[in-house]
T-cell receptor, first 114, second 114 residues
Framework: AQSVTQPDIHITVSEGASLELRCNYSYGATPYLFWYVQSPGQGLQLLLKYFSGDTLVQGIKGFEAEFKRSQSSFNLRKPSVHWSDAAEYFCAVGAPFGNEKLTFGTGTRLTIIP | DSGVTQTPKHLITATGQRVTLRCSPRSGDLSVYWYQQSLDQGLQFLIQYYNGEERAKGNILERFSAQQFPDLHSELNLSSLELGDSALYFC?????????????FGPGTRLLVL
């Protein structure tokens, strides 16, 4: 079965600074990988996803993520954060084969300070 | 706004009771997913329906059941409620069955069991 780990429970970043949120997965092959964002009081919204091909994927709101097979990682990055990026971020993994559905990480809460 | 609606937004009930949560998917989406989000368990997949039929089950308790109606709206029934069932319940929808499809999440129903 697949699993996903987000090692950082909470990250604080200054507005305008760069951001990297970590995600590590466990799966026997290359899984489908996703990043979702949950703003306070809202449902989750897809930021980006990776299936195959170019290992650097661009998403909405200026986010990007890089798939690194050797490190089983799919870290989310943004060069310059805005106060509106304060939210909870979830990494998720899905298996290309079989009937397993998305497995979500425990989330990383991002706080932005002025 | 994802286009997915959930009612009610908040629900307060007592242990032993039964509640029904309702979800209307985005127009055109045939798949509906139910998730439970709690502090100790994180975001857990419960069950998926596609065009009225159950397609996948996750960590759904036997006290919980769901169905999808001909108009594609879905209901999640929670019975014999326990304190530990207090959580945020999300519905998500997607066009089809494939795990790589984008899931659009509703705003959630917050359930408090007293």
């Amino acid at each position: 079965a697949q699993s996903v780990t987000q090692p950082d429970i909470h990250i604080t970043v200054s507005e305008g600074a760069s951001l990297e949120l970590r995600c590590n997965y466990s799966y026997g092959a290359t899984p489908y990988l996703f990043w979702y964002v949950q703003s306070p009081g809202q449902g989750l919204q897809l930021l980006l996803k990776y299936f195959s091909g170019d290992t650097l994927v661009q998403g909405i709101k200026g986010f990007e993520a890089e798939f690194k097979r050797s490190q089983s990682s799919f870290n989310l990055r943004k060069p310059s954060v805005h106060w509106s990026d304060a939210a909870e971020y979830f990494c998720a993994v899905g298996a290309p084969f079989g009937n397993e559905k998305l497995t979500f990480g425990t989330g990383t809460r991002l706080t932005i300070i002025p | 706004d994802s286009g997915v609606t959930q009612t009610p937004k908040h629900l307060i009930t007592a242990t032993g009771q039964r509640v029904t949560l309702r979800c209307s998917p985005r127009s055109g989406d045939l798949s509906v997913y139910w998730y439970q989000q709690s502090l100790d368990q994180g975001l857990q997949f419960l069950i998926q329906y596609y065009n009225g039929e159950e397609r996948a089950k996750g960590n759904i308790l036997e006290r919980f059941s769901a169905q999808q109606f001909p108009d594609l709206h879905s209901e999640l029934n929670l019975s014999s409620l326990e304190l530990g069932d207090s959580a945020l319940y999300f519905c998500a929808s997607s066009i089809g069955l494939a795990v790589q499809e984008t899931q659009y999440f509703g705003p959630g129903t917050r359930l408090l069991v007293l």
